[in-house]
């Protein structure tokens, strides 16, 4: 077990590694949201707000995480010279800072339960407006227990967040935010795998002998959800795991679940965009009879923007040699 200074100081650069990630996956995000395929400005109509405005929450929260943590690390290391060194700032669990810091992890994971409550809403309404209810309900249970969490915390003079006040709360806090995000992600992925598997019935397989389909947008929607799902599990998880055992090894695994909800929400859009494979289709067809008989027939099929096919068929008869035309 490391000490609790040395905890801290590997939660800080953790906190710095991964907010570097989490920058450069907004600012590709921030392209997605504000600009076109073809790289002009969308208009204002155009723009999803309501994500907009989730990414920039989402921002604010682990930017004011890490200026906590450098005002606590600066505290602890440059400024307090009083007896017990570096490890008594850390251990004073009513400080503004620690009491502030908490927050922060807390609300990162209810706002990413709530986004993924309201993709869930999003996709099932048309079917069951309700189904979304019970997450919804876990993750205000989710608050009400970080809120009481903070107000133990805020009590204790000389404790941390694993005291035994205050253990069993944040225990029940990790385990809902991972049912809720297990749940709601289940929910999601359930939904886009029933339209997919309806769809398929009226899709020609690629291998008529092995039954093999093409790749689909719903079919990489659903897997890029999916692999962006356990990644913010699996840090929950962990996260759970070593605040049960009151390891000091939870402050770098917090550090690593605040940003997780950033970079997986960013990595949703990204990836929404950039599996937008242009797709073959018809562009046109053009059709040429020749002014002397016999008639021949040149028929040209555009299949994608650079390749071409033309197909001859075969020469027609004048009209005099068909016989009268009949009337049906």
Avoid at 142 to 151: E, G, P, S, Y
Wanted: charged content about 10%; hydrophobic content about 50%; glycine content about 6%.
């Amino acid at each position: 077990m490391l000490s609790l200074p040395a905890a801290q100081l590997i939660s800080i650069f953790i906190s710095c590694f991964l907010y570097g990630i989490y920058i450069v996956t907004l600012g590709m995000t921030g392209r997605t949201l504000l600009t076109l395929p073809n790289g002009q400005w969308r208009t204002r109509s155009e723009i999803n707000w309501i994500v907009v405005v989730v990414c920039f929450a989402l921002f604010v929260n682990p930017t004011l995480d890490i200026i906590l943590a450098m005002i606590l690390i600066m505290e602890a290391f440059v400024s307090y010279t009083g007896p017990g060194g570096p490890i008594q700032v850390f251990l004073h669990g009513s400080a503004w800072q620690t009491v502030a810091k908490t927050f922060c992890v807390g609300m990162q994971m209810v706002m990413g339960d709530a986004i993924l409550i309201w993709r869930c809403w999003l996709i099932w309404h048309s079917t069951s407006k309700f189904i979304a209810v019970f997450p919804a309900l876990c993750c205000i249970a989710d608050f009400i227990l970080h809120v009481r969490l903070l107000d133990l915390l805020n009590k204790e003079t000389q404790a941390l967040v694993t005291a035994a006040e205050i253990e069993p709360w944040g225990k029940a806090f990790w385990i809902l935010d991972i049912c809720t995000n297990t749940m709601t992600t289940t929910l999601i992925v359930l939904r886009i795998w029933m339209v997919e598997r309806r769809n398929m019935k009226f899709r020609a397989p690629a291998d008529a002998t092995a039954h093999h389909y093409p790749a689909t947008t719903l079919g990489r929607a659903m897997r890029n959800i999916v692999e962006s799902g356990m990644i913010y599990t699996a840090a929950s998880i962990l996260g759970c795991a070593l605040y049960t055992t009151q390891n000091t090894i939870g402050f770098p695994a917090s550090a690593i679940v605040i940003h997780s909800v950033g970079i997986t929400f960013n990595l949703i859009i990204i990836r929404s965009r950039s599996a937008k494979q242009p797709q073959e289709h018809n562009l046109g067809t053009s059709i040429q009879f020749s002014s002397n008989p016999p008639i021949a027939c040149n028929v040209t099929r555009v299949v994608t923007n650079s390749k071409t096919e033309s197909f001859a068929l075969s020469y027609m008869h004048k009209a005099a040699e068909l016989g009268p035309a009949v009337s049906v």
